[in-house]
């Protein structure tokens, strides 16, 4: 870009908005090393998030891998017809939304808690060095997470040993099914409550003093001022990771649950995703898993417009607005 | 209605007295006082009750402790040595024999130590790939009013509200040849939009009479993104590029799918049969330790290869942990 068109675009923009007066093929000229710098990022998500978007046309085919998308015949809606009528992924959707609807109970207020405890120790470093502890575990992948549960809570694992040795035999939290909801949802905590911490401890440390001053002049003690003053500051960010949540009903630790579906059977384990990998990529069902998965897709976008909505409809900033 | 206004005036009268007079605070001495204050408490607070205290340290204590106590273990038994293994029946928690044999035994050749290096170079590549392209694409996206710029906008936020499903991307992945490929592991997942919007947000934050003045200099886009903006926001981008490179180093669903021969797993992929699932693997050296006692044999390898897996992130985590709250909170309330 040379020297004169830059000055004068930079005098232009700063006097009025220009651009709706510059021809678009001046701006284009002008924006070039921006267009540029964009171009890999949207090149790759060209290829790899939109297309496949595309080929979700699989879903409305008899798709077979060996003649391909462009051959193979459209059968209309005999894919979601069978999705729909199939008991298993009734029984995944149904999964799906057990765990969403427990852990909303038993995971979300989680992190709010502990931000309030972390919040009220008044040493400086004594905080940072508990926050570097508690955000630890969200760096660990699946796999180890899982894996440090089983060799403590498994059947060889430490708990198991010890009760043998008192005399008690047969514990085993991996594969026992009644106890699975509890079990993925500590793992969930373990893993992932202590990072959720630090979007609270940042609306807390917006709190202006000054509120928490006239409160204690007003008479109000330790837990008024949590009740009014704390918690109002931290509700629009509860509320949008709360629309956050809700969006993300249908999407429920697919990696954690694919490692433990074997060894804890499908009954309670199943969940969409988990669904659509055995059918589609185990079973070979290629067309009903890409019916699956678009119906989920699908109802998950719904969901977030609509979250979004209601959190607009009840005076909330919502995770978008309209610009 | 006349209960309402009552109700009403009751919650929100901020001169309501108390009824009775408040209590008393304790009768203590100076001395006492301020240990019980310490030195942080602002001064408006009341002095804390000294049973809150208790309780609340010990909370903090059962919390930290519950995070690192399973890291302690597995570490320590990976040290450990067989007989010591036997004799605790699975995770060791008294150190007793100390053994180094488990990681000569994972890092002397085999299966193990050849994933380690395939998931060390899949990272390297993967974040130095998506952060390049993800500062890129912000930057570019970081002027309101340029060419195409809200249209470039909606790119990237439409695949933050649909994905496209797994089913679709693998057939893509599978027709492009990618299968047993590398760049399988990478390229799907190499632009995250949401990182792209942390960068952008912070991009567009920076003053722009700054920018201004190095273009009436006479500086083209990419040198004030590599001169200014760059190191104006060296601790955003060390963020994203943890995130990136955690993601690439944590992942094996996509080593799963895409991923057919076993020599070229990375170490997640590995650690999911081999510990997880207890397989053993054909011709690693490290299954056959797994053939004679049952579950816990093996123990210490297995547990080396998990402490393999965590090493990375203990070394890039401290580097990094201090710039989280900048880098998260922007993503998170900007985008």
């Known amino acids: 870009m040379s020297t004169d068109t830059s000055t004068g675009t930079a005098t232009s923009r700063a006097d009025s908005p220009p651009h709706r007066k510059i021809p678009w093929t001046t701006r284009m000229r002008r924006d070039r090393t921006l267009l540029i710098m964009v171009a890999p990022a949207v090149l790759l998500l060209a290829v790899f998030a939109y297309v496949p978007m595309a080929g979700n046309v699989v879903a409305w085919q008899d798709y077979s891998p060996y003649v391909g ?24 959707v ?30 400086p470093g ?3 060095t508990i926050q570097s502890i508690v955000y630890l575990p969200h760096f660990f992948s699946w796999v180890i997470v899982v894996t440090i549960f089983q060799q403590i809570f498994g059947g060889a694992g430490m708990v198991a040993s010890r009760l043998r040795e008192a005399g008690y035999s047969g514990f085993d939290l991996m594969t026992n099914p009644d106890t699975f909801l509890l079990l993925i949802t500590a793992q969930s905590v373990w893993k992932d409550a202590g990072w959720g911490i630090i979007i609270f401890l940042a609306a807390l440390a917006t709190v202006d003093t000054q509120l928490y001053e006239a409160s204690v002049v007003d008479g109000a003690g330790r837990w008024r001022r949590m009740w009014h003053v704390t918690l109002p500051a931290l509700r629009p960010v509860i509320i949008l990771l709360l629309i956050l949540r809700l969006g993300d009903s249908l999407t429920v630790g697919f990696e954690q649950l694919i490692l433990q579906r074997g060894a804890v059977g499908t009954d309670v384990a199943e969940v969409l995703d988990t669904f659509v990998y055995y059918q589609g990529v185990v079973n070979g069902d290629w067309a009903f898993a890409a019916a699956a998965g678009l119906v989920k897709g699908l109802v998950s976008l719904a969901l977030v417009l609509g979250a979004n909505k209601l959190a607009h409809l009840v005076g909330e900033a919502g995770v978008y607005q309209r610009a | 209605m006349t209960v309402r206004t009552e109700n009403y005036a009751k919650k929100h009268t901020p001169t309501r007295l108390p009824k009775q007079p408040p ?12 240990l019980l204050r310490g030195k942080n408490r602002p001064v408006w607070e009341e002095d804390p009750n000294p049973l809150g205290l208790v309780v609340k340290g010990v909370a903090l204590l059962v919390i930290t402790a519950t995070v690192l106590f399973p890291l302690y273990t597995v570490v320590l038994t990976s040290f450990s040595t067989q007989a010591d293994i036997t004799r605790s029946g699975g995770l060791v928690i008294v150190p007793g024999g100390l053994s180094l044999s488990a990681y000569v035994q994972i890092l002397s050749g085999g299966i193990v130590t050849r994933a380690t290096i395939v ?40 695949t933050m509200f649909f994905g496209a499903g797994m089913i679709p991307t693998y057939l893509l992945v599978s027709n492009l040849g990618l299968i047993d490929s590398y760049w399988s592991l990478i390229l799907p997942g190499a632009v995250s939009a949401f990182n792209v919007l942390i960068l952008r947000a912070f991009f567009m934050g920076i003053d722009r009479s700054i920018t201004d003045a190095a273009r009436i ?3 083209g886009d990419l040198r ?26 944590n992942a094996f669903f996509n080593a799963m799918l895409y991923i057919n021969d076993n020599a070229k797993w990375p170490l997640q992929l590995v650690l999911r049969s081999y510990v997880l699932q207890g397989v053993t693997l054909p011709g690693s050296g490290v299954g056959q330790v797994d053939v004679d006692d049952g579950a816990v044999t093996g123990l210490p390898v297995k547990m080396a290869v998990m402490v ?27 985008g």
């Open chain 2, 224 to 249: 004030i993104l590599g001169q200014i903006v760059l190191p104006m926001s060296k601790a955003v981008v060390a963020v994203v590029a943890l995130f990136y490179g955690v993601g690439y180093w």
């Open chain 1, 126 to 128: 004594l905080r940072t």
């Open chain 2, 217 to 219: 200099d006479g500086a």
């Open chain 2, 23 to 34: 209590k008393p605070p304790p009768r203590r001495s100076a001395r006492y006082r301020a």
């Open chain 2, 119 to 158: 998931s060390i170079g899949i990272t390297v590549v993967g974040t130095v790939l998506s952060t390049t392209v993800s500062v890129l694409a912000a930057y570019g996206l970081s002027r309101p009013g340029s060419f195409a710029h809200r249209p470039l906008l909606f790119v990237f936020l439409i």
């Open chain 1, 69 to 92: 998308i462009r051959e193979s015949p459209f059968v209309g809606w005999a894919n979601f017809a069978r999705v729909f009528t199939n008991p298993l992924f009734l029984d995944a």
């Open chain 2, 308 to 334: 393999l897996a965590i090493i990375p992130i203990l070394v890039v985590y401290p580097m990094v942990q201090r710039h989280f709250t900048k880098g998260v909170i922007f993503g998170a309330i900007k």
């Open chain 1, 94 to 123: 149904s999964n799906t939304l057990i765990i969403t609807a427990f852990q909303l109970v038993f995971f979300f207020p989680v992190p709010i808690v502990l931000a309030l405890l972390l919040n009220s120790v008044l040493s």
